[in-house]
């Protein structure tokens, strides 16, 4: 089975722009996490999403927001990018909200200039 | 509200163990460990859910005390592939508010 994967893996924004990262769950799971990485760090928990309905959100401005499809893959997005939006994106997938290991896609590297 | 976890940074030779304490100062419905290396999404490695439980993978186990609101990894014998950042995440809030909060790490270096 394929595992979480997230698009694209690389991107160089501008202060100011608006950015939308996309992650694919493994087949079967319902939930996607989004996860912010600043190097150095643990990862800062953003949202929860499962059934496509939000189930947890983390302290992060309404500048980020995000949702979850029918076939539950999910779009971040970022507006107003300012510079210390630069991190790594993780997006990690479960089969149930709580409870359950999640796995976790290779990232995406944003980069705000 | 995030764990706290402790040591921050262990240096072992092939063939050690070492301990990796996480503890909050919330009550702890679950706690999440993983590894990460270097440039590497963060890997599951175990999920304790009851106060008590524990659990081991091969050379690597965890307990979770909920009375006292920690857990702790033991890794036995460590191999080089052990090394990594290990990450202790607990699950906090309840209803709509669920959220996986994750402490800032230990790194573990096996050295030959």
């Known amino acids: 089975d394929a595992g979480v994967t997230q698009s694209p893996t690389h991107l160089i924004k501008t202060r100011g722009q608006q950015v939308t990262l996309r992650c694919s769950p493994i087949s079967g799971h319902k939930s996607v996490s989004w996860y912010q990485q600043v190097l150095g760090q643990g990862p800062q928990f953003i949202f929860q999403y499962y059934e496509k309905e939000e189930r947890g959100r983390g302290n992060f401005p309404d500048r980020f927001s995000a949702r979850q499809f029918p076939n539950y893959s999910s779009e971040l997005n970022v507006n107003a990018l300012l510079l210390g939006d630069s991190a790594l994106y993780l997006c990690a997938s479960s089969r149930e909200g709580r409870g359950y290991e999640q796995y976790f896609g290779p990232g995406t590297r944003l980069t705000v200039t | 509200q995030q764990p706290v976890q402790s040591p921050q940074a262990v240096i072992l030779r092939e063939g050690e163990d070492a301990v990796i304490n996480c503890s909050s100062s919330?009550?702890?419905?679950?706690v999440h460990w993983y590894r990460q290396k270097h440039g590497e999404a963060p890997v599951f490695l175990m999920i304790l859910l009851k106060g008590g439980e524990q659990k081991g993978h091969e050379k690597i186990s965890a307990s979770f005390n909920e009375k006292k609101q920690q857990s702790s990894l033991y890794l036995t014998a460590s191999q080089l592939s052990y090394s990594g950042t290990y990450f202790c995440?607990?699950?906090?809030?309840?209803?709509?508010?669920?959220?996986?909060?994750w402490g800032l790490g230990t790194s573990l270096a096996v050295n030959p």
């Open positions: 919330k009550a702890l419905y679950s």
């Open positions: 995440g607990t699950e906090m809030g309840a209803g709509n508010n669920r959220k996986l909060i």
